[in-house]
């Protein structure tokens, strides 16, 4: 489904009825005859977006098509908004939901047609709820994304949503970082040149202040893939600002040592798109 196809679906559900819609997707198991449902999902996607990257419409786009496959049976997701702990922009799920899982066929035996048909029809609406939430949700964060914040908390931020990946109860955590991934408060600064430019920062040194400063996380062993690392405001603007191969990969590197010691994998770092899908 493309990013538009996802947002029309959600001006159809009506936008307004699906803000701040947390645990939006109803069981299919309100049916005693049916059974309660799996207590464990099979995969949480966090979908975070960082409110200061200002994307193109083919990296929004990226991130519509790498949700859209998670939203099957027996999977979850999230969608988070974050940037500064200031200026109202602060670390906020959008939505949140979990789709059922498939009833064994040796359940399906023991259920009554009239029950198991009202299922198998909740089954099958529950995507189509599920893309109406989280296509609002895209809209909501990426319409809120601004140029103009002055700071970017990505450090404490990511720390906070690391902290609700681990509490998941998923078999498979899997996290989207949506961001320029360049810190900008009072611990450091990655940008150079006024936030012109990206600076070639020394990863030791900065992993010495997240340390000092306690802003590592713990993801609880999810995967993180990176959408947007880099990117500038002016890029927004169809600007072509240059960048130097060794700082960007100064920068994936601080990233990947970051992500390994707060319990997480970094499987890709898209400078500033992915180059496979999300799996």
Not at 38 to 56: G, S
Not at 81 to 107: I, N
Not at 167 to 176: D, F, I, M
Request: aromatic share 6%; proline share 4%.
């Amino acid at each position: 489904m493309k990013w538009s196809a996802l947002l029309l679906i959600a001006s159809l559900a009506g936008a307004d009825a699906w803000a701040g819609a947390i645990d939006a997707i109803p069981t299919c198991h309100d049916n005693k005859l049916v059974g309660a449902p799996a207590a464990t999902l099979e995969t949480e996607l966090f979908v975070a977006i960082d409110q200061t990257t200002l994307l193109d419409g083919g990296l929004k786009q990226s991130v519509a098509d790498n949700l859209k496959p998670f939203l099957t049976p027996a999977n979850g997701f999230q969608v988070i908004t974050f940037s500064a702990y200031t200026q109202g922009h602060y670390t906020e799920v959008l939505a949140s939901g979990r789709l059922d899982a498939t009833l064994d066929p040796a359940r399906r035996n023991d259920i009554s047609k009239t029950a198991l048909a009202k299922f198998d029809q909740c089954m099958t609406r529950q995507p189509q709820l599920a893309a109406q939430v989280a296509g609002t949700a895209l809209r909501s964060a990426f319409d809120g994304t601004s140029g103009e914040i002055a700071k970017s908390d990505v450090l404490a931020s990511i720390k906070a949503i690391a902290e609700l990946s681990r509490k998941s109860k998923a078999r498979n955590k899997v996290v989207l970082l949506v961001s320029d991934m360049l810190e900008n408060s009072s611990v450091s600064s990655f940008y150079a040149d006024h936030g012109h430019s990206v600076r070639k920062i020394d990863p030791a040194r900065e992993m010495q202040l997240v340390e000092q400063n306690q802003l590592l996380g713990d993801f609880g062993g999810a995967r993180v893939y990176v959408i947007g690392a880099g990117l500038l405001s002016e890029d927004a603007k169809k600007s072509k600002s240059y960048r130097d191969p060794k700082t960007m990969q100064a920068l994936a590197g601080f990233w990947k040592t970051y992500l390994e010691k707060s319990g997480a994998q970094l499987v890709e770092f898209g400078q500033p798109a992915l180059l496979s899908p999300i799996r």
